[in-house]
T-cell receptor, first 113, second 113 residues
Framework: QQQVKQSPQSLIVQKGGISIINCAYE??????FPWYQQFPGKGPALLIA?????SEKKEGRFTISFNKSAKQFSLHIMDSQPGDSATYFC????????????FGSGTQLTVLP | EPEVTQTPSHQVTQMGQEVILRCVPI?????FYWYRQILGQKVEFLVS????????KSEIFDDQFSVERPDGSNFTLKIRSTKLEDSAMYFC???????????FGSGTQLSVL
C-alpha cells in the first residue's frame, strides 16, 4: 500500500514537445504529491508539488494534474528543452511529522535538440 | 539556496568493514532522513530522525545500520559491517517543521568490494 507506480520508465521527446509522466498510488492517506528532478551525480531536487484538494498546479512549463478518484497524478512538461533531460521521480507522503517520502521508480527523460 | 552537504562524495570499503557517512543538514531544519539509490533504481527510504530519535525506519534499516546526531550540525549514518549489497548512493535529506519541501544532498557513492 506504500507503493507509488510510475510510467513510462523512459521517454524521448523532441525539443518543443510535451513530456507526460504518470503515477498511481494506493494509499488514500497520502496527501502530498511532489515531483523530483534528478541529474546524474546529484541528489533529487523538488520540482513541483500538489495536495489533493486541487486538481491542477502549474509552475512555468511544469504542470501537475491530479485525479483523486482515480488515485493518479501526472507531470506535464510543456515546450520540453534539452536541459530538461533528467530522471523524474514522482513521490507521495502522509504530511506531518517525520513521515517518509515514497518514491516512484523514475522516468528517464531525453529531450532531443 | 541553502544546501545539505554530504561527505565523502565517494567511499570504497571492503566487505565487513564499518563505514560512517556524514551529512550537514540545513541549519534550521528539524527533520532528517537517509535514503539510498542503487544504480538505475528508485530512491528508497532508510530512516527518519527527529528530536534526537528515530521516527520511522524501513525494513532495509536493520541492526547493521545506525544514525546519530553527535552535535548540533552533523547527522551520520553508520553501517557496522558492510555487505556487497550495501553498494549504493546514499542521500541525506532535511526539512523544516513547516515546509514540506525535502532538500537532498548530492550523495555519497558507497562501493563495497
Amino acid at each position: 500500500q506504500q507503493q507509488v507506480k510510475q510510467s513510462p520508465q523512459s521517454l524521448i521527446v523532441q525539443k518543443g514537445g510535451i513530456s507526460i509522466i504518470n503515477c498511481a498510488y494506493e494509499n488514500t492517506a497520502f496527501d502530498y504529491f511532489p515531483w523530483y528532478q534528478q541529474f546524474p551525480g546529484k541528489g533529487p531536487a523538488l520540482l513541483i508539488a500538489i495536495r489533493p484538494d486541487v486538481s491542477e498546479k502549474k509552475e512555468g512549463r511544469f504542470t501537475i494534474s491530479f485525479n483523486k478518484s482515480a488515485k493518479q497524478f501526472s507531470l506535464h512538461i510543456m515546450d520540453s528543452q534539452p536541459g530538461d533531460s533528467a530522471t523524474y521521480f514522482c513521490a507521495a507522503r502522509i504530511s506531518g511529522s517525520a513521515r517518509q517520502l515514497t518514491f516512484g521508480s523514475g522516468t528517464q527523460l531525453t529531450v532531443l535538440p | 539556496e541553502p544546501e545539505v552537504t554530504q561527505t565523502p562524495s565517494h567511499q570504497v570499503t571492503q566487505m565487513g568493514q564499518e563505514v560512517i557517512l556524514r551529512c550537514v543538514p540545513i541549519s534550521n531544519h528539524l527533520y532528517f532522513y537517509w535514503y539510498r539509490q542503487i544504480l538505475g533504481q528508485k530512491v528508497e527510504f532508510l530512516v527518519s530522525f527527529y528530536n534526537n530519535e528515530i521516527s520511522e525506519k524501513s525494513e532495509i534499516f536493520d541492526d547493521q545500520f545506525s544514525v546519530e546526531r553527535p552535535d548540533g550540525s552533523n547527522f551520520t549514518l553508520k553501517i557496522r559491517s558492510t555487505k556487497l549489497e550495501d553498494s549504493a548512493m546514499y542521500f541525506c535529506a532535511s526539512r523544516d517543521r513547516v515546509n514540506e519541501k525535502l532538500f537532498f544532498g548530492s550523495g555519497t557513492q558507497l562501493s563495497v568490494l
